[in-house]
């Protein structure tokens, strides 16, 4: 796999500017209801949000009185979760590092990997992430990963020209994207239009098949996988995003 990924620009302060539009409170907080009802949480357990981003997970969940602990590997986004736990009055312990290699030990009761955010590495960088999660997961703890689906995302995919684009004012942000079939990989490239000022981009995600996940996480040490839809049903062809879930 020799794909780019410019995580700085891919995941900056154009990144931020975009996604308090497209983000507002009312998806963030549906967002961390599907959270709870997929990890079955409750107040005084722990949960590691990795990546957490800037917060707007982690945030939620500690104010429903969950231990929080997020990890990410932007200090921007850090310092953005910093001030969102403290407007909104909670605590929350956020950790600069690697998915690769987690900063912290746990052990917790659920691990949390939310939006999109597995599958930015070769395969067996990948691989290792789902390892790190099940290390720092105490015996019998949950793993809830929500991604795209392999299969839906295939069937519905047009190659470009169709684009996906994102405006906040008089800005906008471009995202081009074609499907590698030989890696799995949906690689995209980015222009944003901000100020007056043109960035272009690119990264990718890894989308794995239901049957790449099973033996994954079993090789990992999960057992217990199951797959969903974010309201809980049963995966189909028509599923957009799947809810992964797997016990440590």
Request: proline share 3%; with cysteine.
């Amino acid at each position: 796999m020799t794909h780019p990924f410019d995580f700085d620009e891919a995941f900056g302060d154009d990144y931020l500017h975009f996604a308090r539009q497209a983000f507002d409170d009312d998806h963030d907080d549906d967002d961390a209801r599907a959270v709870l009802a997929h990890t079955g949480l409750s107040a005084g357990q722990s949960v590691l949000d990795a990546p957490c981003g800037y917060g707007r997970v982690a945030v939620r969940l500690a104010s429903v009185g969950l231990t929080v602990t997020g990890v990410d590997r932007s200090e921007r986004f850090l310092d953005e979760a910093r001030e969102l736990a403290t407007s909104r009055g909670v605590v929350v312990d956020l950790c600069a590092g690697d998915l690769r290699a987690l900063p912290v030990d746990g052990p917790f009761d659920a691990v949390v990997c939310w939006f999109t955010s597995f599958g930015y590495f070769a395969d067996e960088d990948n691989r290792q992430v789902l390892r790190e999660f099940h290390r720092v997961l105490r015996p019998g703890g949950t793993l809830v990963i929500d991604t795209l689906s392999h299969d839906g995302f295939v069937r519905e995919f047009t190659e470009a020209p169709e684009l996906v684009v994102t405006e906040h004012g008089q800005d906008i942000m471009i995202d081009r994207s074609e499907f590698d079939v030989s890696d799995g990989c949906v690689v995209t490239h980015r222009t944003t239009i901000r100020d007056g000022s043109r960035r272009d981009a690119r990264y990718f995600i890894r989308l794995l098949t239901i049957p790449e996940w099973r033996v994954w996480l079993g090789d990992a040490g999960f057992a217990d996988v199951a797959f969903s839809d974010r309201d809980g049903d049963a995966v189909d062809l028509g599923t957009w995003r799947i809810v992964v879930r797997a016990t440590a």
